[in-house]
């Protein structure tokens, strides 16, 4: 891992200033495919002897700043950069599964991950099992012969739960499987009165922002139970952490006095 503080490796981490035109910035390299300098390059690229750029779909050097820089953050031997959470779960997943094999999950997860694992990897021929999240003996029990992967949230979303990493996964490794995490991060807090009051507020706001994901430079509010997780039955709205009353903050990077006002505000309007 590198010795570098966490704000230096955000901003240098896999980056030198661009060979070709010194640029400071990483460039945004908008090419599908690299000039081969020889034949004899071209072979070796394509024989794996030589490292360098073939094709955007395998390799892209904006893409490899980014890849090494989280690498860098995360004291990782690798990264890969994909467009989508989703598409991060499903590579990480179906990398180290085959057809028959199962993943035993925390039932605490993002509404979209959770469809994910409910509805499309069962076509896939992968079986996940959720378990409490709160409770490390249920991963154990669950895990069988088959089990390939452990998988949890660091704060539960929108719960806001975090498992026992230590326990969870020392009950993985001892079953030489690997535990997989999305560290994905929110903020959130329960409106007094439920439903009725929780959508007033979020009609009530004024700077922060009604949509669906989190982690912007600007502040964003959502009710889970009517839009992210309305496709749950209440019974998993309840295991995934989704009451009815659950507003979810992702704090942004306004000044707080501005964020605290226009939530006092809102709040005014929507509690009487
Ligand atoms: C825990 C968690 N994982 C992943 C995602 C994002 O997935 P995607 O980029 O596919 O929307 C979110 C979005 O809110 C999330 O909260």
Redesign the pocket.
Known sequence: MSTKGINTLALHAGQQPDPTTGSRTVPIYQTASYVFKSTEHAANLFALEEFGNIYTRLMNPTTDVFEQRVAALEGGTGALGVA????A?SYALLAITRLGDEIVAANN??G??YQLFHHTFPKLGRTVKFVDSRDPEAFRKAITPKTRAVYV?TIG?PKLDVPDFEAISKIAHENDIPLVV?N?V?VGFGIKGGLEPGKKFIESVKLLSHL???GDSKSLVIHPASTTHQQLAPEEQRETGVTEDYIRLSIGLEDVEDIKADIDQALKQAVV
């Open positions: 989508s959470g989703q598409a779960i997860l993002y979209g991950t949230e979303n999305d994905t929110g669906a994901n989190i």
